[in-house]
C-alpha cells in the first residue's frame, strides 16, 4: 500500500488546514500521527473502514476530525483552532487491522506560529 499525503503549510494559531492521505488501495484502518522535533512520533488520529470508529490524542480532541472516503482510498484530517505546540511533521498511516498501522506515508510539514 504506497501512501500519499499532502496538505501541509505555515500558519497562524488559531487558524486551520486541511491534510489528504491518498492511498493505493483500501485498508482497514487509516490514521495520522505526527513528530515534533526532539520529540517522538505520537498518534493523533485513527478511523476505521467504516468511519463509525474514530479516535484521537486527547491534545487534539474537539479541534482535530478525521474522515476517510472510500470511494476514494483517502483519509482527511481537518485540523481547527491549530495551536504552536501542533507543529510537526505529520504522517499518514493505514493498516489492515483496527488500529494497527503498517504502512506509512512521507510526511507533510505542519507549522503554526504564535
Known amino acids: 500500500v504506497q501512501l500519499q499525503a499532502s496538505g501541509g503549510g505555515l500558519v497562524q494559531a488559531g487558524g486551520s488546514l486541511r491534510l489528504t492521505c491518498a492511498a493505493s488501495e483500501r485498508t482497514f484502518s487509516m490514521g495520522w500521527f505526527r513528530q515534533a522535533p526532539g520529540k517522538e512520533r505520537e498518534f493523533v488520529a485513527g478511523?476505521?473502514?467504516?468511519?463509525?470508529?474514530?479516535n484521537y490524542v486527547d491534545s487534539v480532541k474537539g479541534r482535530f476530525t478525521i474522515s476517510r472516503d472510500n470511494a476514494k482510498n483517502t483519509v482527511y484530517l481537518q485540523m481547527n483552532s491549530l495551536k504552536p505546540e501542533d507543529t510537526a511533521v505529520y504522517y499518514c498511516?493505514?493498516?489492515?487491522?483496527?488500529?494497527?498501522?503498517?504502512?506509512w506515508g512521507q510526511g507533510t510539514q505542519v507549522t503554526v506560529s504564535s
Open positions: 478511523i476505521d473502514w467504516s468511519g463509525g470508529s474514530t
Open positions: 498511516a493505514a493498516g489492515v487491522l483496527r488500529a494497527v498501522y503498517s504502512y
